[in-house]
Each structure stands twice: as structure tokens, then as C-alpha cells.
């Protein structure tokens, strides 16, 4: 069983990186979210988040506006936008899952959204990395998945948020990442 803190410990090796070599980028985390917000969360959710999420969260409430994006052009979602962007999402699909269709062509088989995925990352242009909680699943539950809203591939870019977090700080710590401004944050 994987270690619940992992998550937590990795994002404070990536807190610690950026602190010491990009100070002027300061404050890359928010503090932790209280119980009230959780609660909220997961009501509106309708279930309890998995528990490397709520330690994650219970820790650092996302980033703040204007912070380093931490995985390529994306920052981690504080959870009143979780969920902002989680209802959005429900709303522009119905609440529904959708055979995708993209560049004229259906792909049959491809979800285009699912309720239950949930965004814990924003791009400003409408993208997510969302935590895929489908509980039909047994072997993918927990796995991050990029939702690209003009794209219909859902590629999974991670099986946990333990291991794109510790995939970042392994990456800045051996100096495969970097702060890159195109990307206006951490990038490989």
C-alpha cells in the first residue's frame, strides 16, 4: 500500500526547490484548507475524496492566483475551484458521459467527461489534470488523466497524485526540471 503522505512529502521537496532557487516566486502554496471546505467539497462531490487527497489538501489549499504553475502550464487547483471548475464541467456536459468527436471525426469508446473525475489542476485556457474516481474502475481508480476540452483523447499521465508529485520533485532535485517561463512554471 502506498504511503499516504508521499503526496504531502513530495509537494513540500517542489516547495522547498522553489523556495531556495526562485524566491522572487514566492508563495508557490496556499495554506491548508480547513474541514469546512473539504466537507463542502465532498458534499457537492457526493463522496468523501480518497485520503492522499484530503492529507494533500488538508496541507496546502492549492496555489494562489498569480504562483508558478506546478505541473507544465498548469497550477494546482485551491478547492472552492475544484469545484467551481467541477460543476462547470457537469453543466457543459450534462453531467453526462459523451463519445468524443474531435477534428470531424467520433471516436467511439473515448469519454469525453465523466462526473466523476474531478479537476485538480487549471489551465487558463480550460484544461485540467483531473483525479479519475469512477468507482467501477479497480485498477485505474486514483489515476490523473489529462483533460485537453479540444481534444478527445483522455490520456492518463499518472496512476496516482502521489506519483505526479513525486515525478516533479524527483525532476527538480536532478535538475531534469526547471522553472520555464514559456510554461510559466515547473516544466520537463
Known sequence: MP???EPVLALKRIDTWVARH?????????????CGTVQRVEAKFGRRLPPDIRRLYAA???????????????RWLPLDLVLIAWEDLCLRYEGG????????RQFLGT???????????????????????????????GQIIWFLYDEA?????AQSIAELLSRIANGVSTGRWAMDDGYDGLSD
Open 111 to 141: 469519454v469525453v467527461w465523466s462526473p466523476n473525475w474531478l479537476p485538480l489542476f487549471g489551465s487558463p485556457r480550460g484544461d485540467h489534470y483531473c483525479i479519475d474516481l469512477r468507482p467501477e474502475l479497480t485498477n485505474g481508480y
Open 153 to 157: 483523447d483522455r490520456p492518463v499521465v
Open 97 to 104: 458521459v459523451y463519445p468524443a468527436c474531435g477534428d470531424r
Open 22 to 34: 526562485h524566491p522572487d516566486r514566492l508563495p508557490f502554496v496556499r495554506p491548508g484548507a480547513d
Open 3 to 5: 504511503n499516504q503522505l
Open 60 to 74: 496546502h489549499d492549492g496555489q494562489p492566483a498569480g504562483s508558478p504553475a506546478l505541473y507544465l502550464n498548469q
